[in-house]
């Protein structure tokens, strides 16, 4: 098991930015999956982005595209999600994740360790 903890949460206003930070303890394999996924009140949990710490290939939900960046920094054992030109729509509680898979890759359910959760608030 590892455990996750996020950071970088904040308010802003619509156009802002934000860099959330994942700081995983324990071993993470080169081939796992490391996610941010995003959940507000009434609404499914959602992925927003992930990478493998291996290759550092990212992948994108279509509310990420254009304007979110994941990366994986092996060396600190931290997945970061640099949020650009962010809308009122983001505001959710931000999750990292670590999962496993080849398929449907932003799919919660791939996903077994999961952190607390860092609040996005973008409003103006």
């Known amino acids: 098991q590892v455990h996750l903890e996020e950071s970088g949460g904040g308010s802003v206003q619509p156009g802002g930015s934000l860099r959330l930070s994942c700081v995983a303890s324990?071993?993470?394999?080169?081939?796992?999956?490391m996610g941010w996924f995003r959940q507000s009140p009434g609404k499914e949990r959602e992925g927003v982005a992930t990478?493998?710490?291996?290759?550092?290939?990212?992948w994108y939900g279509d509310s990420a595209k254009g304007r979110f960046t994941i990366a994986y920094n092996n060396a600190k054992k931290t997945a970061y999600l640099q949020m650009n030109n962010l809308k009122p729509e983001d505001t959710a509680l931000y999750y990292c994740a670590r999962g496993q898979g080849d398929s449907d890759i932003l799919n919660p359910a791939l996903y077994n360790d999961w952190g607390q959760g860092t609040q996005v608030t973008v409003s103006s």
């Open positions: 324990g071993y993470v394999r080169s081939t796992d999956l």
């Open positions: 990478v493998r710490p291996g290759s550092n290939t990212p």
